[in-house]
């Protein structure tokens, strides 16, 4: 008797935990949003002054990227070392995670709680090279001034605050497994069989001293592995979208599928950057869960 007790009770918790985990969930989003209401001018001023990307996006898609920024920041612990904390900063770091990750469903790349900003380059590990920013199981690391120029458009072609994201994000899809975007799984292997064939071209050559190797918009670097091949044509793919395009069409599609959005969908009058139209949503819904 009591096993049958046991075993009802197993599958019943089996059952509700997924119920129950969506209920709660919908229940603090409910409850962010009424805060970040009060908040949402200041997120404005903030993320308008420094994201070309925002300012181009329709009203509601600016109040969805607004919400998914102030949930995002939310969920993380900033640290900030050997540089002075402000306000915006850990709201723009979390605005580039929201950039890229706007097409997807899953956007807070939940297996990491914590993000440290410092001040300039440093030094990791054994490498001899300084470093703009890393991604490793303690968190996500941005340098501040890297990360300021990039969003600012300073440095053609880099933008450390969307590299380290997409590394991040291949990381909390691949590495951990600890939030997959059904979406995003599904497409990144159509992405590679487009991507390996140029990722490999740039590897090997015939001369030594890289002769004879692909060369592209991505740079060098692009080419030291996959990982990095991956997080670099993500920064190119929004910050130089038309030249992009132009000379790696494939990869570029392949990026907009995989991403689910299309920075350059602005130019030709859509009114959405967004590729999948959203489900038909029901009135009954909150305004908390129709943003998201
Ligand atoms: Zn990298």
């Known amino acids: 008797m009591e096993i049958v007790v046991i075993i009802s009770l197993v599958i019943g918790i089996l059952l509700l935990n997924r119920p129950v985990t969506l209920l709660f969930q919908r229940l603090y989003n409910r409850h962010q949003f009424k805060r970040f209401i009060s908040r949402e001018t200041f997120y404005h001023s903030v993320i308008s002054r420094h994201f070309r990307y925002y300012n181009r996006l329709n009203l509601e898609e600016q109040r969805k990227f607004l919400f998914r920024t102030y949930l995002f920041q939310h969920a993380k612990n900033f640290h900030y070392i050997e540089v002075q904390e402000t306000a915006e900063m850990p709201i723009l770091v979390s605005a580039a995670a929201v950039q890229l990750t706007f097409g997807l469903e899953k956007f807070k790349l939940n297996y990491f709680d914590d993000i440290f900003i410092l001040r300039d380059d440093y030094h990791y590990g054994f490498y001899s090279r300084p470093f703009m920013g890393h991604v490793d199981q303690t968190g996500i690391y941005l340098s501040w001034d890297n990360f300021m120029k990039g969003i600012s458009g300073q440095a053609a072609n880099c933008n450390v605050g969307l590299h380290e994201m997409a590394h991040a994000l291949a990381y909390v899809n691949f590495i951990t497994q600890t939030e997959e975007d059904k979406h995003f799984k599904k497409e990144f292997p159509n992405f590679s069989k487009v991507a390996r064939p140029i990722f490999t071209a740039m590897q090997q050559g015939e001369g030594r001293d890289g002769e004879g190797r692909a060369k592209n918009l991505l740079g060098d670097y692009a080419a030291t592995n996959y990982h990095e091949f991956w997080a670099v044509a993500v920064e190119v793919f929004f910050e ?7 000379e790696l069409p494939e990869l570029y599609e392949a990026m ?4 689910n959005q ?3 969908n602005f130019i030709s009058g859509s009114t959405t ?3 999948r139209p959203e489900q038909e949503k029901k009135s009954k819904t909150s305004p908390a869960k129709e943003l998201l």
Do not use: G, K, M, Q
Not at 240 to 246: A, E, K, L, N, T
Not at 256 to 259: D, F, M, P
């Open 256 to 259: 907009a599928c995989v991403l």
């Open 240 to 246: 130089s979208s038309v030249p992009f395009r132009h």
């Open 273 to 275: 950057i967004i590729r």
């Open 262 to 264: 299309d920075p350059l």
